[in-house]
C-alpha cells in the first residue's frame, strides 16, 4: 500500500483496509514494529513511508555541498530519505541559482546511470535558512522578529551589525548557529526591504515571504517597447462588431469583450451567436523571448489590495494587449452558437483585429439592463446590452442542465487610499453581470479545449479532481450529526452536492454545510493529462481567456495558432517538450501567488482593526482545532483565532466527526459554524495575526452525541495546551474563483 500511495498516515491505512477497534491497535503496533526495523520511514508528524523512498515530486533542503562543488539535498520530512545529487536545471534558471539552506520544489528522476537525482522545479520563497523580518531594538540587544506568524523565533544581531539599523526596518537576514542551549540564534542582514509602518508594507512583505518575483529585466522592457501596434495582415477585420469590455471598476488591463445576437439561421430557431474576443497576447510575446522568459517564471499576475505585480510590462498589459475602447486591437475571438435551450451547436476560431465599442464596469452595466442606464450605457443598451443579457438567458438553461457546483462564497474589497491606509472594508456585490461574463468565458474555454483536442494538438488543461473517498466519508460523517442524509457508497456527483445545499439554504445549518462542502471540494490543477473539471462538471477545460494575466492561457493561445493555422508565432517544439513541466511550475506560480495574495490582505485586516482592540465584534466559527476556534468577523470577512483557553474552566476535546470543539465534563458544544460573539484582543498588522477572546456560551451538551470520557487528553490530545498557538487558515476562496 505505501509503495503505491508514496507516504500515508496510520488513518489512511487503516480506512483502506477497512479496521476497526482491536485491528487499529493492531495496525500501531505493526508500523512501530516495522518502523523499529528500519522498514519504514516517518514522514513529517504522522506520515509513513518506505524507508529510503522518496515521492516524484517533493520539497527538499539543499543541505551541503560535495568536493565537486556539487549540491545536495534531502527531503524536508524524512530523516531516512537518502541524500540526492541537485542536477542543473533544463533550460533557463528557474528562479535563480540555489545555494545552501535553500528549500527547493524537486522532480526526483534516475538518470543514464541508474543513480537518483533531484532536478529543481522551483525555488520556495524565503528559505529554511533566511528570514523576512523587523528590526526591535533596546538598550540591551538588536533583535530581528519574523514577520512569519508561524516563526517563533527570533534572531539576535550584535550591537555593531546593528548600529546603522533602526527600530522598524523590515529586513532579510541569514540564520546563524545557537552560540548557548537556551536563547535565540545569531543572525546576520543581508538586505534592508523597507519600513513597517511605511505605505503598502503589507504587499512588500507578501512579496520577500513567498519568492514572488518583480520587475522586468531591461531586455524584456526593451522587447515590449518595441511592440507595434496592430495592422489586418493576416487577420480577419471585426472591427464593426460592437464587443464591449465588462471588468471591475478599477481594471487597468482588459483581455476579454463579449457581444451577442440572434441566430438568423432558420434551422436554429431561438438561438444565439455570442463572442468572445480575447487579447492576442501571442503575437507579441514570443517563445524564446525575455518577455516569454520572464513570463513563464511568473506564471501569472499577482493581485494585491494595493498593487498588481503583473506577469507582463504595463506598455503590453495596460497597453497594446489590452482591449481599449475605440483602438484597434490583435484578438483571438471564439463565434458560439447556442440552441435556444442553451446546448452549443458549434463554434469557430479567427485571428482577428477588433475595436472595442465600450469599457464597462460590471456595475454599470447591470444598471442599464436593470432600468438605470447613464449617458454612457444608453446607447448601447438596445443594440448591444439587452440582446447580451438575452443571449446569457439562453445559455443559463445550458448551466443549469449541466449543473456546476454553486458553493457561495463572500468575497470582501480592501479599500486603500493615497497614503496606503485602510479606509474601508466592505462586501463586494455579486452581480448578474459578473455571472454573465464568467459563463461566457467559461464556454470560450471549453472550445479552446474541443479544438486542440480535435486537432490532436497538446495542451495545458485546467483539471479538478473529484474528493477523494477519505473527504466524502469525513462529510457522511459529519452530515450524520446534522440529521442530514447522505450514502456513504454514492459517488460524488455536482448535483448531489447542489441539493445538499439547496435544501440547507436558508436554514439553520446553511452556513455550515456550505463551509463543509467547500472543504471537502480538491484544489483545481493545471496538467497535460485531462481528467475534466469536477466543479464546473465539464469533460474538458483549458484557460483560454485571460493571457494578460496567466501563462497558461499563453500556451493554449499558441496551440490554437498552430493547431489552425493562423499564424507562424505558435507552439513550437520546445513549448511541446516542457509542456508538462510548465504545467507543474504555473500551478506552483498559482499557488504562491494566492498565498502572497492572502498574507498581505490578512496583513491589511490587521491594520484596520488595530485600533479597534477590546471591541466586541458577530463573528461565525469556521475552524475547529484541539487548540481553539477560528472565527469570521461578519463586518469585515476577518479571520482570527479564538485560543481554547478563552472558552471556559473545562477541558475541551476536538471531535472532529462532528467538527466540534466538546467539554470533557459538561458535553457543552462549539461547532463548526455556530454564530458567536468576540471580543477582539489582539491585532498585529505586521504578522496579520488576529486573537479573539469568546464572549458567546457554548451550545448546550447533545444528548444523542456520546460524552468524552475523562482521561482522553492523554491519549488523543497532541496538539498545544490550552491558550497555545495561534494563526488562522487559509481562506478558501481568494481574489475571484481561481476556477
Partial sequence: FLAEAGEAEKADIAKAFGLKGADRRALRDLLKSLEAEGALGKRGRKGFAQAGSVPPVGVVDVVERDPDGELLVRLTKGEDAPTVRLAPARGEEVGGAPGLGDRLLVRFETNEAGELEARMIKRLGQSAHRVLGVIRKSNREVRVEPVDRRSKESLLLSHAAGADL???????????????????????????????????????????????????????????????APTLTGREDLRDIPLLTIDPPDARDHDDAVYAHADDDPKNPGGWIVWVAIADVAAYVRNGSALDKEAREKGNSTYFPDRVEP?????????????????????????????????????????????SAAKLSYEQAQAAVDGFPDDHTNPLLEPVLKPLWAAYHVMLKGRRARSPLAIESQERKIVINAEGEVTSITPRPSLEAHRLIEEMMVQANVCAAETLEQKKTPLIYRIHDQPSQEKIFSLVDFLGTLGLPWTKG???????????????????????????????????????????????NLDRYAHFTSPIRRYADLIVHRALIGALGLGSDGLTDKDMAQMKDTAERITFAERRSMAAERDATDRYVAAFLSDRVGAEFAGRITGVTRFGLFVKLDETGAD???????????????????????????????????????????????TGGLLFEMVSEALPADPNAPRPRLGMRERNFSGPKRGG??????PKRGRGARR
Fill in 166 to 228: 533602526r527600530d522598524g526596518d523590515l529586513v532579510l537576514a541569514s540564520v546563524g548557529l545557537q552560540e548557548q542551549r537556551y536563547g535565540p540564534k545569531r543572525g546576520k542582514v543581508l538586505e534592508v526591504v523597507g519600513r513597517e509602518d511605511q505605505p503598502r508594507a503589507a504587499s512588500l512583505i507578501a512579496i520577500h515571504t513567498h519568492g514572488i518575483p518583480t520587475g522586468f529585466s531591461a531586455e524584456a522592457e526593451a522587447e515590449a517597447e518595441a511592440a507595434e
Fill in 311 to 355: 506577469m507582463l510590462p504595463e506598455r503590453l498589459s495596460a497597453g497594446l494587449c489590452s482591449l481599449r475602447q475605440g483602438e484597434n486591437r490583435a484578438c483571438l475571438a471564439v463565434r458560439m452558437v447556442f440552441d435556444q435551450g442553451g446546448k452549443k451547436r458549434g463554434h469557430r476560431f479567427v485571428r482577428g483585429l477588433m475595436r
Fill in 490 to 536: 454514492e459517488a460524488p456527483r455536482t448535483e448531489r452536492f447542489n441539493k445538499l445545499l439547496a435544501d440547507t439554504r436558508g436554514g439553520p445549518h446553511a452556513d455550515i454545510v456550505n463551509e463543509v462542502v467547500l472543504r471537502t471540494q480538491m484544489q483545481a490543477v493545471y496538467s497535460t493529462d485531462n481528467i475534466g473539471h469536477f466543479g464546473l
Fill in 640 to 686: 482570527g483565532l479564538a485560543p481554547v483557553s478563552s472558552l471556559g474552566g473545562e477541558y475541551f476535546v476536538h471531535d472532529d466527526r462532528s467538527h466540534a470543539l466538546v467539554g470533557e465534563r459538561t458535553g457543552k458544544r462549539w461547532p463548526l459554524g455556530m454564530s458567536v460573539t468576540v471580543k477582539l484582543r489582539e491585532a498585529t498588522p505586521i
Fill in 725 to 730: 498557538g495561534a494563526g488562522k487558515p487559509a
